[in-house]
């Protein structure tokens, strides 16, 4: 580090980028971050990965918006108007001005009638924040179209967890994997995505614990699997039945475990009767001797748990593998005490706290009914206003097809970038062009603020004080460490000021009086107050006397659901969207690196980041590189149904022949450009993991 660990100050905080929220120190000086150290976090116990320890300075980058931008009188919106200079089409303007403009667009449309405003929240802003913006959205325009990323990570998971399970978080924390004998790692790179929760996984193996990994990429935790399952991609639901098909056939089942705590056991029975791994070795690609070994070690471990990612959650069937999950954890009894459990591994740092705090448009905070009158009229009590409409509101995707269509004219976006985020992203950029009024509030000008008629500077997350939820459902203090620079300020600040100016009267000046109200309404967070996230840091929900840190395993009396039963939804095979053709012969993936988060806005940033990945990529077979007659390093031109790009190839045995998986941070070669918008039916999330792709030499 050199002199750069000369400092003044440290403030501890939670690292801004995955779900595992590691706690970190920040060493400050002149409001600047120098580095950052692992603290003694419950998740982290002081370990950092690179992202945490090195990818802080971004929020120093001359990038950083400073002053509210409006966007010059007729310029045209969009992403390559001016690229050398994306800000020429853009004013300076005082707040005052910004904020009067960004408030008139939105109200103007509010009170032409309709629901023609929607609102895009973030995971990556604090539970505070993500409360106020459902709430702006909801008391101010009337209505629920609000919804945020969790939509293209786990809102499949979700969805099958609230229906089998009755709760959306996870059963156990990841660390319960100390006390477990058999771990499965499904459709999960946490090596690269959760990258210190993979370091507790890796001492697992050590310790001599199963670990079952399956995906249909060979990824690093490979080399710790005590079974290595790669099945052919789309292929979850088959492999996933067939193991439990097993369990049945050779009565591993725990029926004393069923008959207190489950229902619908007797059709899931019968269902998994016609999925002998022997006549699905060619559909999963896995022979019926693996399968009946992984089925035999997860059943007759006296602990396991599940974690999954979003190989599980982003298919048309991510609700369909996420019910075969719970129902492979519920008919061995692996629900419920300790090194057992269900865990599907979030994404973003607070995803879990910004879904749990209403950013959805089917919930209400604690997911709580929207459709239901009882649970509005409690909320219009609590905020002291008039009713809201009871009908669902549209997801991310649904609202860009809103656009296009004409329903929806204006949106609010904070800390979003649908511009790189969304599937087939040149409709979304399309929608936002096409948008009467956009704001945007962000701490950079990206890709979707080259759309935005008024863009408004914002605090990064080391700029900020309020709370966050990690995968582990512990709800964490992040305090201000650094300055923001010029006039950004914090989002929920902003929020607030742009609700008074919508005409509500809201007077919060401190999040913890934000807190104090989430709070009245929603059980998850009783016992925990800010007073005591301010003292003890961190507090795990459910907490059950103010005095308890917090319940890591739940569900050991029961289930969230009537009579206090989990439920087996039995899940059939469902092909993915677009299957490969002769126009179309190979399988598009796309996912993250371990150096770059997401649109890649914030590492892309980042020095050192940026430095050990500095451009687009994609990974493709050796022997598939050899037959397009192009050397590793060399270029190729990935074809969809939705457009192309060129991008530098790489070489690596983990992709099977007939794959290629692309990273989604690189604008040059935007992933989305190319994935398919098709939607599961239930959790409305994208089929990000399968699309058909052509692959030639560029
Ligand atoms: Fe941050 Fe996640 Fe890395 Fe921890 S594992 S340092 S939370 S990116």
């Excluded at 995971?123 to 945020?148: M, P, S, W």
């Excluded at 650094?482 to 950004?488: F, I, L, M, Q, V």
Aim: glycine residues 10%.
């Amino acid at each position: 580090h050199g002199d750069s660990r000369d400092f003044d100050e440290a403030v501890q905080s939670v690292c801004p980028f995955c779900g595992v929220g590691c706690q970190v120190s920040l060493k400050l000086k002149d409001g600047k971050v120098k580095y950052v150290e692992g603290i003694n976090g419950p998740a982290n116990e002081g370990r950092l990965c690179v992202k945490g320890r090195f990818g802080f300075d971004y929020i120093h980058h001359p990038h950083r918006l400073t002053k509210p931008l409006i966007r010059l009188d007729g310029a045209e919106k969009g992403l390559n108007v001016d690229p050398a200079n994306p800000f020429s089409h853009f004013r300076e303007a005082s707040w005052d001005e910004a904020m009067e403009a960004a408030a008139s667009g939105l109200a103007k449309l509010r009170d032409q009638g309709g629901e023609t405003v929607a609102g895009f929240g973030s995971a990556k802003c604090t539970n505070e924040e993500a409360y106020l913006f459902q709430k702006l959205i909801r008391q101010g325009f009337g209505h629920n179209n609000v919804d945020h990323c969790t939509r293209l990570c786990h809102a499949s998971s979700v969805s099958a967890l609230m229906e089998n399970v009755g709760s959306g978080a996870v059963s156990a924390t990841f660390n319960e994997i100390e006390n477990a004998d058999v771990a499965i790692v499904i459709g999960a790179n946490p090596i690269e995505n959760h990258p210190v929760a993979a370091t507790f996984f890796k001492q697992f193996a050590k310790r001599g614990g199963k670990l079952i990994v399956m995906d249909p990429r060979g990824h690093a935790l490979k080399r710790f699997a005590s079974h290595m399952v790669q099945f052919r991609p789309g292929a979850d639901v088959p492999l996933l039945n067939s193991i439990m098909s097993v369990i049945v056939e050779e009565g591993l089942y725990d029926q004393a475990y069923i008959d207190k705590f489950t229902e619908n056991w007797e059709a899931e029975k019968q269902h998994l009767a016609g999925f002998a791994p022997e006549a699905l070795e060619e559909l999963t690609g896995i022979d019926a001797a693996t399968v009946r070994d992984v089925a035999r070690t997860f059943a007759t471990a006296n602990a396991g748990l599940i974690f999954w990612g979003m190989g599980v959650s982003q298919h048309i069937h991510g609700t369909d593998n996420s019910r075969c999950l719970i129902s492979l954890a519920l008919m061995t009894g692996n629900v419920g005490k300790p090194g057992a459990g269900l865990h599907p591994l979030r994404g973003q740092n607070n995803v879990q706290g910004a879904s749990d705090a209403g950013l959805i448009p089917m919930f209400l905070p604690d997911y709580q009914d929207v459709t239901d009158d009882g649970v509005r009229s409690a909320f219009t009590e609590i905020w002291g206003s008039g009713d809201f409409s009871g009908k669902k509101g549209l997801t991310v995707t649904e609202i860009m097809d809103a656009v296009h269509e004409g329903g929806i004219r204006g949106m609010y976006i904070l800390g979003e970038n649908p511009a790189m985020s969304d599937p087939d992203v040149t409709h979304a950029r399309d929608a936002l062009a096409k948008l009467e009024h956009l704001v945007v509030q962000d701490i950079f000008l990206t890709e979707t603020a080259n759309y935005a008629d008024v863009i408004l500077p914002a605090a990064a997350f080391y700029e900020k004080t309020g709370t966050v939820t990690n995968t582990n459902r512990q709800v964490q203090m992040g305090r201000a460490g650094a300055t923001p620079p010029g006039e950004a300020r914090e989002d929920w600040a902003i929020t607030v000021e742009l609700a008074q100016r919508l005409g509500l009267n809201w007077t919060y000046s401190h999040p913890r009086e934000v807190f104090a109200e989430m709070a009245r309404g929603m059980p998850s967070l009783d016992n925990i107050s800010w007073e005591r996230l301010e003292r003890e840091d961190a507090v795990t929900y459910p907490s059950l006397s103010p005095e308890d840190p917090g319940q890591p395993i739940v569900f050991a009396d029961g289930f969230p659901r009537e009579g206090g039963r989990a439920r087996f939804t039995p899940a059939s095979v469902i092909p993915p969207d677009e299957t490969p053709d002769a126009d179309y012969p190979m399988i598009l993936t796309t996912g993250r690196q371990l150096e770059h988060w997401h649109t890649g806005s914030m590492t892309r940033r980042s020095k050192v980041l940026d430095a050990v990945e500095p451009g687009a990529n994609c990974s493709l077979h050796p022997s598939t590189l050899r037959k397009l007659g192009v050397e590793p390093g060399g270029m190729v031109k990935l074809q969809t149904r939705r457009g192309e790009i060129e991008v530098m190839a790489r070489a690596d045995r983990a992709v099977a022949p007939d794959m290629v998986f692309l990273p989604f941070a690189y604008v040059e070669a935007a992933a989305n450009i190319l994935t398919n918008p098709a939607i599961d039916p239930y959790g409305k999330i994208p089929e990000f993991k399968f699309s058909a792709v052509r692959v030639t030499a560029a």
